[in-house]
């Protein structure tokens, strides 16, 4: 966001210390599989929390459980304090917006709106004025009288959300909020959606396999993987710094260089890869022991592709351009290495209009800071 720090973020920060949605040790099981495997983690009121994993890792069936759909086998939910297993599903405080967004299709889009607020039997010019502002926060108010099938996809996804905030939840539950849409309408998207949530006073828990959409959007999020939270964090704390192999490479792309390492000091640590031919240098310490069995993890970004040789003893190899996929701000390179080793660089596409600038087939060296990898040890 543009902002220098925005509520969302600040909220992050505090998300440790204040749970407002807080889940203890939570197991749930079908039968002989289990789809939670003893989750625990803490979202601060006003936060934007998402929850990423391919699917089948139990990120949905925890928002579930949020939502009162799904009891847990095992463990405690609360929010604000309130255990939810002590209230019955319709009246807890927690909505949900569905990926379908499951709109009624005989119905205006205020009435659709309006439909939980009936349910609850508010009186009747309560139900308009809150129907007014919930459309006038998504920007639909001028839209109320058509029919979900007379609006656009983005619309529609509007609606739906104006419905969810209507009954003024204390906690929001978006399920895919993203996945009906296009790319150029859901980037869009994306920030006009943390804006809105940034107006009202919800909390918010998302579930999403897309990676870009849960960076764009979350303040902090949990990475989630055969139902246990593998890495919990803002952004960019897991992806600069992911704690093991599979958040390295579920969040963006990487290059994993396996190797062993032959010195470990506080400030830095040597490791010797069959993939280089020379020691790989990283400027942090892990405190492991000699011969030790580690991956250094270096974003494609990160890594220099040129002509001559870096005059430096680390981090570089000899290679050839085995590959170029030019993807408009940058290119992308893959340089087999003398090994069969295939690394992945990042070329800013204006670079390449340099008379040196590397090109397919091309011998070139590869190279990296050792501010720039990360060594995970499991």
């Known amino acids: 966001m543009s902002k220098a720090m925005s509520r969302l973020e600040q909220d992050a920060i505090r ?38 994993g391919s699917s089948g890792c139990g990120k949905s069936t925890l928002l579930r459980i949020l939502a009162g759909f799904e009891t847990a086998t095992s463990g405690r939910v609360l929010i604000d304090g309130d255990d939810l297993a002590k209230i019955p599903p319709y009246k807890r405080p927690v909505n949900m917006m569905f990926q379908s967004y499951a709109l009624f ?15 609850e039997g508010v009186p009747k010019n309560e139900i308009q004025e809150r129907v007014d502002n919930a459309l006038e926060l998504v920007q639909m108010r001028k839209f109320a009288k058509r029919k979900p099938h007379q609006l656009s996809g983005g619309q529609q996804q509007r609606v739906a959300l104006a419905r969810s905030l209507v009954k003024r939840p204390k906690l929001l539950l978006l399920d895919e909020p993203m996945s009906a849409l296009d790319k150029k309408i859901r980037q869009a998207t994306q920030m006009e959606l943390v804006n809105i949530i940034e107006q009202v006073d919800v909390t918010c828990v998302m579930v999403t396999h897309d990676q870009e959409e849960a960076m764009t959007m979350a303040s902090r999020l949990a990475v989630m993987n055969e139902g246990k939270i593998i890495q919990i964090g803002t952004p960019h704390e897991v992806y600069e710094y ?5 958040s390295a490479e579920f969040i963006g792309s990487t290059n994993l260089f396996k190797g062993r390492v032959v010195e470990d000091e506080r400030d830095h640590v040597y490791v010797e890869t069959d993939d280089m031919p020379n020691r790989l240098y990283i400027n942090h310490g892990i405190t492991g022991p000699q011969g030790m069995e580690v991956s250094v993890s270096v974003r494609p970004e990160r890594i220099q592709v040129a002509r001559s040789k870096p005059d430096t003893p680390y981090n570089w190899a000899q290679g050839v351009v085995s590959n170029l996929a030019y993807m408009g701000s940058y290119t992308l390179f893959h340089v087999t290495l003398a090994n069969g080793k295939v690394v992945m660089a990042n070329m800013p596409s204006l670079a390449l209009l340099r008379d040196d600038a590397p090109s397919y087939g091309d011998e070139v060296f590869v190279s990296w800071a050792e501010s720039s990898s990360v060594v995970l040890t499991k």
């Open 15 to 52: 998300g440790a210390k204040t749970g407002f949605i807080e889940v203890i040790d939570v197991v749930k099981k079908f039968g002989d599989a289990t789809a939670v495997n003893h989750v625990s983690l803490s979202v601060a009121k006003n936060e934007l929390f998402a929850l990423l």
């Open 242 to 246: 992911p704690n093991c192999r599979f």
């Open 105 to 119: 299709p005989h119905m205006s889009v205020e009435s659709n709106v309006a439909f939980g607020l009936k349910q």
